[in-house]
T-cell receptor, first 113, second 113 residues
Framework: GQQVMQIPQYQHVQEGEDFTTYCNSS?????IQWYKQRPGGHPVFLIQ?????EVKKQKRLTFQFGEAKKNSSLHITATQTTDVGTYFC?????????????FGQGTILTVHP | KAGVTQTPRYLIKTRGQQVTLSCSPI?????VSWYQQTPGQGLQFLFE???????NKGNFPGRFSGRQFSNSRSEMNVSTLELGDSALYLC????????????FGPGTRLTVT
């Protein structure tokens, strides 16, 4: 079945440093979503990417979808302590917009002030 | 607008028992998905319901079942509980088949002893 791998599993940064998490799927995806889960909280939707090579920005966050629609990345510029949490990617198998979402394992980000 | 609500928030059960968890989606949302979250396995998709019909199903044993009512409220049931079923069970809703952003509830923390 479809697998979505996310690396790194953990990332510790100093406040102000940049952070990137990568997501790779074993199969072509129709779209990919990113979620953030704060400690003790529930996942919160950040963004969805649909098009091959798509790049979207939200303030200090930049999301990319690979040309082959099998990988994606989330980059945070100049991290802040409010960025702490677990970042998940979640992909839907290619050929359908309504297939089940397969989540990556998540990257736990710690930001040291 | 009220968010996704889940009841109960915490539950302690004994091996062999069964449990029913409830999820009320955001008003107007017709799709409800269920996920199991554990530290070792991340977020695992259980099933998705839309208009009272199961649309997608994850790779969980038949002990895990669900249903959706005409008011879009959903329940999931786990029979013959095992220790490994201890997890945070998250429910997520979205509006309809054209809407992709999922809104997660706070989850039900199930502990099996």
């Amino acid at each position: 079945g479809q697998q979505v791998m996310q690396i790194p599993q953990y990332q510790h940064v100093q406040e102000g440093e940049d952070f990137t998490t990568y997501c790779n799927s074993s199969t072509t995806l129709s779209n990919i979503q990113w979620y953030k889960q704060r400690p003790g909280g529930h996942p919160v939707f950040l963004i969805q990417l649909v098009k091959s090579g798509e790049v979207k920005k939200q303030k200090r966050l930049t999301f990319q979808f690979g040309e082959a629609k099998k990988n994606s990345s989330l980059h945070i510029t100049a991290t802040q302590t409010t960025d702490v949490g677990t970042y998940f990617c979640a992909g839907r198998a290619g050929g359908t917009s309504y297939g089940k979402l397969t989540f990556g394992q998540g990257t736990i980000l710690t930001v040291h002030p | 607008k009220a968010g996704v609500t889940q009841t109960p928030r915490y539950l302690i059960k004994t091996r062999g028992q069964q449990v029913t968890l409830s999820c009320s989606p955001i008003s107007g949302h017709r799709s409800v998905s269920w996920y199991q979250q554990t530290p070792g396995q991340g977020l695992q998709f259980l099933f998705e319901y839309f208009s009272e019909t199961q649309r997608n199903k994850g790779n969980f044993p038949g002990r895990f079942s669900g249903r959706q009512f005409s008011n879009s409220r959903s329940e999931m049931n786990v029979s013959t509980l095992e220790l490994g079923d201890s997890a945070l069970y998250l429910c997520a809703s979205n509006r309809d088949t054209t809407s992709y952003e999922q809104y997660f509830g706070p989850g039900t923390r199930l502990t099996v002893t």
